[in-house]
């Protein structure tokens, strides 16, 4: 472990051990406390994975948008065609169009002559 950062886990696991090896007279207090900081990390870790960032939501948010627009045109189309068609894709970059569009399942990529042409899997 000398290589990697130390937890708060590593900590408390480093912590029973000295407390178990020690001739503290309150042992089970102390690794009662101990359990109990571990479970708050827990349940932490467990919230903070579970919610969706605002980010997240927004770009999904985004991406029913890019889908619909898609639709409308009805025909592969550059982003930068996309922008100009449909006017509420004009407020987003080319970077986070292709970026949202690279996440949908749906959407389709054709090149010609280095040129990357958008529609929607039917």
Do not use: C
């Not at 919610?51 to 189309?77: C, D, F, H, M, S």
């Not at 690279?102 to 002559?113: D, G, L």
């Amino acid at each position: 472990m000398a290589n990697t950062k130390m937890t708060k886990r590593n900590w408390y696991e480093v912590l029973t051990a000295i407390v178990e090896a020690s001739n503290y007279e309150d042992i089970e207090g102390a690794k009662a406390f101990i359990a109990h900081e571990v479970e708050i990390l827990d349940r932490k870790s467990s919230a903070s994975k579970s919610r969706e960032t605002w980010a997240q939501r927004e770009n999904k948010r985004i991406i029913a948008k890019i889908e619909t627009a898609l639709r409308t045109v009805g025909r592969p189309v550059t982003i930068t065609e996309l922008q100009h068609e449909v006017e509420e894709m004009a407020q987003y970059s080319n970077q986070k169009i292709s970026a949202l569009l690279r996440q949908m399942p749906n959407a389709v990529k054709t090149t010609e002559k280095k040129t990357s042409y958008f529609s929607i899997a039917e």
